[in-house]
């Protein structure tokens, strides 16, 4: 009986493991078209975010997950672009690493996602395609540089901070300031861009890259650069944006049930509450649109909704989304910010307690990351991921009036007690 016990023991703690077991890389595969378009397939066991980079003459692919130990560290690739690639094993996230035998023209890669499809027993994949100077790009969509769709995070939440100050009113260092030296401006910006290629071996982020020439195109709004952090909800200014909408669906449940539907109704709620308690909210969609338009690149709608909360001179940015997984059984609530000032991480905080202490489900904690609409506004500003569409028992929650009314109810809590 007692070896029976261990055994049984033992297999208990080999399944938890398996389950806690971050995202890992299977296999890394390559193909040339017709075009001479280069792609370069990631399988992995799980959702997992990626980030896209030039260094040097090195295009790299970084994916948060592990590299599998079948995975071998290097592969021979027969094209006009490459002659092997290199696959980087940094722990936390792995690089795949492309040595390029010419430059590449702008806009002449594009990365995207496949999602898991157990019909064909595909898994999730991220996808890299490379269009040589000669080729004109007809995969996926335009062609258009990579603004990933998901950062890449550490899996381990960040520790509360109570040390986080409470300043009235701050002066953002932004490129807003019409008057501010243009070179001094230039040399920040480069400065930037070779900061957003380094990645992090703790919990931080590898920052996402979004190649300057394509963010210089976009129609950038200035805010004045300051915004309230004490005093009361009276009187706020504060930008709500309702994840996804009109062509963009978001993630979609087992049922048919769309991401952008219940985060629009949820983020209505919210708006309803804080203005009964005397705030000026503004919504970046109040229906079923696309913010910058139909056909948008992910930088103009991204950058459009940036656009709202900077055009009202928000005191504060939060963006509400639901979030999905290939692992039916992960749930909860997590909060994510970019540190980018002395607040966004106390306003992640206030929200998240908020949550965690008023639901049944799993408490994913506050997490840095670095989404584009939380990165890329001057004002404090926080993106909620309010449970799993892909869970079961949540996606039955979240499409009642008691889940949405409570979750609407306690972010604004969340938010009031942050202006306290």
């Not at 079948?70 to 996230?93: R, T």
Request: contains cysteine; positive net charge; aromatic residues 6%.
């Amino acid at each position: 009986m007692r070896k029976i016990f261990l055994l049984t023991l033992l297999a208990c703690c080999m399944l938890l493991g398996a389950v806690a077991q971050a995202a890992q890389i299977t296999d890394v595969k390559w193909g040339v078209n017709k075009a001479d378009v280069l792609r370069i397939v990631v399988d992995v066991t799980d959702t997992a975010g990626y980030a896209v980079d030039m260094e040097g003459d090195t295009l790299n692919l970084t994916v948060n997950a592990d590299k599998g130990a079948q995975v071998p560290h290097s592969k021979a690739v027969k094209s006009s672009l490459a002659d092997s690639l290199k696959i980087v094993d940094k722990g936390s996230y792995t690089v795949v690493r492309v040595p390029l035998k010419q430059r590449l023209l702008e806009k002449s890669y594009k990365a995207f996602v496949l999602r898991k499809d157990p019909a064909t027993g595909r898994p999730f994949r991220v996808v890299l395609d490379v269009t040589p100077r000669q080729a004109s790009y007809s995969g996926y969509g335009a062609a258009t540089t990579v603004v990933s769709n998901r950062p890449v995070v550490s899996n381990r939440p960040t520790k509360n901070n109570s040390s986080i100050k409470k300043n009235t009113v701050i002066k953002t260092s932004t490129a807003a300031d019409k008057k501010a030296d243009k070179k001094k401006s230039s040399s920040k910006k480069k400065n930037d861009n070779k900061k957003n290629t380094a990645a992090a071996k703790t919990e931080t982020t590898v920052s996402k890259p979004v190649n300057k020439s394509d963010t210089d195109k976009l129609a950038l709004i200035k805010g004045n650069g300051r915004f309230r952090t004490s005093g009361g909800l009276d009187g706020k200014i504060i930008t709500l944006d309702a994840g996804h909408g009109g062509s963009d669906p978001g993630a979609i449940g087992s049922d048919g049930t769309k991401e952008k539907n219940i985060t629009l109704a949820i983020t209505k709620i919210v708006k309803e509450i804080l203005e009964d308690k005397g705030a000026k909210v503004y919504m970046t969609r109040t229906t079923d649109v696309d913010v910058f338009g139909p056909n948008a690149s992910d930088a103009e709608e991204l950058q459009a909704r940036v656009n709202v909360g900077e055009k009202y001179n928000s005191d504060m940015f939060v963006s509400l989304h639901i979030n999905s997984s290939v692992n039916k059984n992960v749930g909860g609530f997590s909060t994510y910010y970019y540190p980018k000032t002395d607040n966004d991480l106390r306003l992640a905080q206030n929200i998240q307690n908020k949550l965690a202490a008023n639901f049944g489900v799993d408490d994913l904690g506050v997490r840095q990351a670095n989404f584009y609409v939380i990165k890329r506004i001057s004002m404090p500003a926080v993106l909620v991921e309010m449970c799993f569409i892909s869970n079961e028992k949540e996606l039955t929650l979240m499409k009642g009036q008691w889940f949405q009314k409570k979750t609407a109810r306690l972010i604004a809590e969340g938010i009031e007690k942050y202006f306290a």
